[in-house]
């Protein structure tokens, strides 16, 4: 999974967790009265707005279009592989000791298949 698409679905479940977090009896607490009520619909208020922000600048920012820079205006349709190449790529690995202390390096070529692709949007 992505980062983006970690920041995404923390968006959308950071008001649901804070809904589930009121029906526990120490949280709940903290909201007696009519303060802690507008208190609880504040704090509400500011996930939901927090969310909003993360699910429209990471979703939002990735389908921009590119002419009159509309959020969410891009889909996806079509994707073409161009060319398919085997590459390696050599890696330094440390050897370390029981303390964490490093002790030696060695290098190892890690095989793989570099795909270029087009996206038609």
């Known amino acids: 999974m992505s980062i983006l698409n970690s920041f995404k679905w923390f968006g959308i479940l950071l008001p649901v967790l804070h ?3 009121l ?6 607490s903290h909201y007696s009265g009519v303060f802690g009520v507008l208190g609880w619909i504040a704090a509400e208020l500011f996930f939901l707005f927090i969310s909003f922000c993360l699910i429209y600048f990471v979703v ?17 349709t ?18 370390r000791n ?19 692709s087009s996206r038609r949007e």
């Not at 029906?23 to 709940?28: A, I, L, W």
């Open 19 to 21: 809904v589930l977090f």
């Open 23 to 28: 029906f526990s009896s120490d949280y709940r």
């Open 60 to 76: 939002g920012k990735k389908s921009k279009c590119p002419a009159c820079k509309k959020p969410f205006a891009l889909k996806q």
């Open 78 to 95: 079509n994707q073409e592989v161009i060319s398919k190449e085997n590459v390696s790529v050599l890696v330094e690995n440390k050897t």
């Open 98 to 116: 029981r303390n964490g202390e490093v002790t030696g390096t060695t290098e190892q070529y890690v095989p793989g298949i570099r795909t270029k």
